[in-house]
């Protein structure tokens, strides 16, 4: 497995966000809906894992699935352009600015949600036996996920929606590492072991996931759940984008941009070995 130095899958990161900035409607809206679909499908896959086993390790430990197969095929996450697309207007690309950032943000979210439903309405079929009998175990158990990170996190007040947020923070810190760990490498299984890693993380620890809600919570509400469309906005979808852009942008995208693609003057440099042996980390 080869090994990319910080400061060569740093530049990869302002190359790509410039990459998004620049794509066609039609590209970013057929790749965020396929990669809403299939995180979509990995959630329903964990749940159904956690449900029929009892173990929430082991669906997280299979939950990453879904994220390697939509990144290896080269689709977007509205938590991964939130971090990579505003990079190349801080570097100052040619002809990137902040709407063209806004741009992306906009159909990137669109295209998951669209996907993420797809899988929604679908899983509910399946379920239901086509909404002719009450869901199953692993729908009713759906449901209940959506009334407790909606009207859960309602009922605790302030504390609640701190909460939240914390979460979606925490979440995008995790998934964007994701995101850049795949640049750490040339090869497949380079870059499936080092996504692998921080996915397992963030789905463990039950941080909140925008696209990842986009399937849970729309397919609660037609599983029966009891909680409304404006409980699900209100109280985790645009709180979690929110947390989700400023952990990706803060905790990722703007701490790598900072030390290793706009690295500082070495002190007493005259001394300093060559930039690699410097640049590794201690152990």
Same mark, same amino acid.
């Given at each position: 497995? !080869? /090994?990319?130095?910080?400061?060569?899958?740093?530049? =990869?990161?302002?190359?790509?966000?410039e !990459?998004?900035?620049?794509?066609?409607? =039609?590209?970013?809206l057929?790749?965020?809906?396929?990669?809403?679909?299939?995180?979509?499908l990995?959630?329903?896959?964990?749940?159904?894992i956690a449900?029929?086993?009892?173990?929430?390790?082991? @669906?997280?430990l299979?939950?990453?699935?879904?994220f #390697?197969?939509? /990144?290896?095929?080269?689709f977007?996450?509205?938590?991964?352009?939130?971090t990579?697309?505003? &990079?190349a207007?801080?570097?100052?690309?040619?002809? #990137?600015t902040? !709407?063209?950032?806004?741009?992306n943000?906009?159909?990137?979210?669109?295209? %998951?949600?669209?996907? @993420?439903?797809t899988?929604?309405?679908?899983?509910a079929?399946?379920?239901?036996?086509?909404?002719?009998?009450?869901?199953?175990?692993?729908?009713?158990?759906?449901?209940?996920?959506?009334?407790?990170r909606?009207?859960?996190?309602?009922?605790?007040?302030?504390?609640?929606?701190?909460?939240?947020?914390?979460?979606?923070?925490? #979440?995008n810190?995790?998934?964007?590492?994701?995101?850049?760990?795949a640049?750490?490498?040339n090869?497949?299984?380079?870059k499936?072991m080092?996504?692998?890693?921080?996915? &397992?993380?963030?789905?463990?620890?039950?941080?909140?996931?925008?696209?990842?809600?986009?399937?849970?919570?729309?397919?609660?509400?037609? &599983?029966?759940?009891?909680?409304?469309?404006?409980?699900?906005?209100?109280?985790?979808?645009i709180?979690?984008?929110?947390? %989700?852009?400023?952990?990706?942008?803060?905790?990722?995208?703007?701490?790598i941009?900072?030390?290793?693609? =706009?690295?500082?003057?070495?002190?007493?440099?005259a001394?300093?070995? %060559?930039?690699?042996?410097?640049?590794?980390? @201690?152990?």
């Amino acid at each position: 497995m !080869s /090994y990319i130095q910080p400061k060569e899958f740093a530049a =990869k990161m302002v190359d790509a966000g410039e !990459s998004k900035i620049f794509m066609s409607t =039609k590209d970013t809206l057929i790749r965020a809906y396929m990669a809403g679909a299939i995180l979509a499908l990995a959630a329903a896959f964990a749940v159904t894992i956690a449900v029929n086993t009892g173990n929430f390790l082991v @669906a997280s430990l299979l939950f990453p699935v879904g994220f #390697c197969t939509l /990144y290896l095929l080269g689709f977007d996450l509205l938590t991964g352009v939130f971090t990579l697309a505003p &990079l190349a207007v801080i570097a100052k690309r040619p002809g #990137c600015t902040w !709407s063209g950032v806004l741009r992306n943000w906009g159909l990137v979210f669109c295209g %998951n949600f669209a996907g @993420a439903l797809t899988v929604a309405l679908f899983m509910a079929i399946i379920f239901t036996m086509g909404f002719t009998t009450e869901p199953n175990e692993v729908g009713q158990k759906i449901g209940q996920i959506g009334e407790g990170r909606t009207l859960g996190y309602a009922a605790a007040g302030f504390g609640g929606m701190l909460t939240l947020f914390v979460r979606a923070v925490m #979440c995008n810190w995790m998934v964007s590492t994701g995101v850049v760990a795949a640049m750490m490498s040339n090869s497949v299984s380079g870059k499936i072991m080092a996504m692998w890693m921080p996915i &397992l993380v963030f789905f463990y620890l039950g941080f909140e996931h925008s696209i990842v809600n986009m399937f849970l919570f729309p397919s609660g509400i037609m &599983l029966g759940g009891q909680f409304t469309w404006m409980d699900y906005f209100l109280f985790n979808e645009i709180p979690t984008v929110i947390g %989700n852009l400023v952990g990706g942008l803060t905790f990722v995208g703007g701490m790598i941009y900072a030390t290793h693609f =706009k690295e500082s003057p070495k002190r007493n440099a005259a001394l300093a070995r %060559n930039a690699d042996a410097v640049g590794m980390p @201690a152990e």
